[in-house]
């Protein structure tokens, strides 16, 4: 887009419209009497039209530059409103991720609790077992009773056998 024109620029431009018809146009012509008025006067026309045709090119193009302006702003406009619909969405699927972080959180945190509950009850079952096989083992020695010895045997040939782990029902 060109800048307004100044006054002195538009009185160049006129000057230069007009300028090279009038030098022809009154070279050696008389301009007293009813004859010269009659001359002046179609001079006046002639002037009048070439700087309405000057001034009607400038309001063509300020019209023009106005269009293209007034598009250029809605274009603008448009292009704000969809990048706000754009950071809207983006602030609400932020929202929705923060949610399903404090979600994700609080299952892992649940999860970590109940390992650490299974990992006190695995301590506590096979401290239990230590101790019933040192009882066994006390028995085994200390007793002269066959049944009691025969039957702490069986006991620690029980424990030394796998068994399938049990769930517990929350």
């Given at each position: 887009m060109t800048d307004q024109p100044t006054p002195d620029s538009l009185r160049e431009q006129y000057a230069a419209a007009i300028r090279p018809a009038m030098l022809l146009g009154l070279q050696d012509a008389e301009l007293d009497g009813e004859?010269?008025?009659q001359r002046i006067n179609e001079w006046v026309d002639w002037i009048a039209e070439k700087?309405?045709?000057v001034r009607d090119r400038e309001m063509k193009q300020l019209a023009a530059g106005?269009?293209?302006?007034?598009?250029?702003?809605?274009?603008?406009?448009?292009a704000a409103e969809q990048a706000e619909a754009?950071?809207?969405?983006?602030?609400l699927d932020a929202e929705q991720q923060a949610r399903h972080f404090r979600t994700l959180s609080?299952?892992?945190e649940s999860y970590r609790q109940a390992w650490k509950d299974e990992q006190k009850r695995r301590a506590t079952a096979e401290a239990a077992i230590e101790r019933v096989q040192r009882l066994c083992d006390l028995t085994i020695a200390a007793s002269v009773r066959v049944e009691a010895v025969q039957q702490?045997?069986?006991t620690l040939a029980a424990l030394d056998q796998p068994q399938q782990p049990t769930t517990t029902e929350a």
């Open positions: 004859g010269g008025t700087i309405h045709k106005r269009a293209t302006w007034t598009a250029k702003a809605l274009e603008m406009e448009q754009a950071l809207e969405q983006a602030e609080g299952e892992r702490a045997r069986d």
